[in-house]
Structure formats: C-alpha cells, structure tokens
C-alpha cells in the first residue's frame, strides 16, 4: 500500500487566498483525521470523519478552515481566506475501527505558508 | 484525555539501548498506553501500545509499572534513524490522538 498520500507537499500563498489541502487515505480505512503542527501548538487535531461523515470538528479553529469527505477515498481540508498564522504543517492520517488501540498511519504532511 | 509527563530531550549513543520515560499519574483503567514518534520532516508513526503487562514488537518494549502511573518505552539498540520526537499518548476511547510536547531524542554516533 503506497500509505496516506497528501498534496500537494508544499504550498506558498499570499494573505487573503483560498487554500486547498488534499488527503487519499489507506484503502479500507473507516477513520481520517486531519491535524495541524505548529511550533507554538505542537500537533492538534483539526476535525476527524467516520466513513465520510465529520465527527468531531471542535478542533477547527475558526469558520475560515472547512473540510470535506465526498467519498472514502478522498478528504480536503480549505482555508479561505488564509492569514499568515495559518502557517503550518497539515498532516492527514487514517486508521481501521474505532477502538482505543487501532493506530493512525499519517501522510507526509504538506507545508503552508502564509505571507 | 488523561494528562502525560515527558522529559523535554534526551541523548544517547549509537546501538546502546534507550529507555524513554513518562509519567501519568491520572491514568484510569481503561487507558491504553500509547507511542506515535515523529522522524524529522515526517508525519508520527505508531511505535508501540499497552494496557497494563509489557510489551514487545520489532520496533521497541513498553515496561508499564505495576500501579500504571507510569511507563518507559525501550529501543534495545538506538540507531541514528531513531533520532526523532517520542510521544506518550493515553487513549480511552476516542479516536482522537492527544499530543503532548514528547521527548526530542537525540543519537550520537
């Protein structure tokens, strides 16, 4: 299996542009999950899916991040309009069930910055 | 999520073994044991997980004391490909990962 896949890796915008972060999970995975990394706030997880529907968003930090699962295949995370402190690396992850052991396998992540 | 304790940084010598440790005085009984580590410029991987005995895979051992307020991942003999950030995460139930700040280990050669 190729693992999560994450595009584009890096990406460079100016203050005020529509961002659009892009997530394949693991075949057969039921969990995504996106988080966020920064120096300040280490990881923290953004919102997660549970086959395709949103669980839990109250990680999102405000009404300019949304984030989609149209198909089991396929996640996107968007910032509009990006700010300069959403600079940061977005990772997306997937795992199998929901049960307390189950691990996260998590992409390459992609690197944002905002000027 | 129950809170984790973790030393900031660590160092050690290529292949002598590492034992990486964490506190988690408010564990509850349903709490397994978790370590994700992140390689530089990488995303976490998972490392290994536990509930209450020791555990071993090809990666690394967890020693869980006997009261589970604490735990020490072990890594039998350190390369420098396991110089990363160590985090000790407990879970519950949730899905979701709590992250701390982890333990940055570093490897001389």
């Known amino acids: 299996d190729a693992g999560v896949i994450q595009s584009p890796r890096h990406e460079v915008t100016e203050m005020g542009q529509e961002v659009t972060l892009r997530c394949k999970p693991i075949?057969?995975?039921?969990?995504l999950f996106w988080y966020r990394q920064t120096m300040m706030r280490g990881l923290e997880l953004l919102i997660y899916f549970n086959n395709n529907v949103p669980i839990d968003d109250s990680g999102m930090p405000e009404d300019r991040f949304s984030a989609k699962m149209p198909n089991a295949s396929f996640s996107t995370l968007k910032i509009q309009p990006s700010e300069p402190r959403d600079s940061a690396v977005y990772f997306c992850?997937?795992?199998f069930g929901g049960g307390p052991t189950d691990t996260q396998y998590f992409g390459p992540g992609t690197r944002l910055t905002v000027l | 999520d129950a809170k984790t304790t973790q030393p900031n940084s660590m160092e050690s010598n290529e292949e002598e073994p590492v034992h990486l440790p964490c506190n988690h005085s408010?564990?509850?009984?349903?709490?397994?044991i978790h370590w994700y580590r992140q390689l530089p410029s990488q995303g976490p991987e998972y490392v290994i997980h536990?509930?209450?005995s020791n555990v071993n895979n090809r990666m690394a051992s967890l020693a869980i004391a006997e009261d589970r307020k604490s735990s020490t991942l072990i890594l039998h003999r350190a390369t420098l490909r396991d110089a990363a950030v160590y985090y000790c995460i407990l879970r519950r139930g949730a899905q979701k990962l709590v992250f701390g700040q982890g333990t940055r280990l570093t490897i001389n050669p």
């Open positions: 075949s057969g995975h039921d969990y």
């Open positions: 408010t564990i509850s009984g349903t709490d397994y």
């Open positions: 536990g509930l209450t």
């Open positions: 992850a997937s795992s």
